[in-house]
């Protein structure tokens, strides 16, 4: 069993900048390295929507977040990072962190089996 951590919302002006960390226990530092460690985030009254992936290296985004957000993961801490430059009002959601033994795709999530309890990020206009 995987349990994973997130850390580091909290409340921005717009194009300001945060980032966040997702933090796993239970797994082996080869087991986080076999992962897919994806960002998503869900607004109240919205579906949840994907915002980045990484598996080996580059990541992958969804395209409201593109040239503004960057995904990194370190494999011997066990932690994925999620920078956040030039936030706006529209990025404010919950921000989860979810891990995947297959699917690596920036969508619904739907695939992925190990998810955090979530960080709030809001920003402010």
């Known amino acids: 069993q995987v349990q994973l951590v997130e850390s580091g919302g909290g409340s921005v002006q717009a194009g300001g900048s945060l980032r966040l960390s997702c933090t796993a226990s239970?797994?082996?530092?080869?087991?986080?390295?076999?992962?897919?460690m994806g960002w998503f985030r869900q607004a109240p009254g919205k579906e949840r929507e994907g915002v980045a992936t990484?598996?080996?290296?580059?990541?992958t985004y969804a395209e409201p977040v593109q040239g503004r957000f960057s995904v990194s993961k370190d494999n011997p801490k066990k932690t994925v990072y999620l920078q956040m430059n030039t936030l706006k009002p529209e990025d404010t959601a919950m921000y989860y962190c979810?891990?995947?033994?297959?699917?690596?795709?920036?969508?619904?999530?739907?695939?992925?089996?190990?998810w955090g309890q979530g960080t709030q990020v809001t920003v402010s206009s």
């Open positions: 239970g797994a082996t530092s080869y087991n986080f390295h076999s992962y897919c």
């Open positions: 990484i598996y080996y290296g580059t990541g």
């Open positions: 979810a891990a995947s033994v297959r699917d690596c795709s920036v969508g619904s999530g739907d695939e992925y089996n190990y």
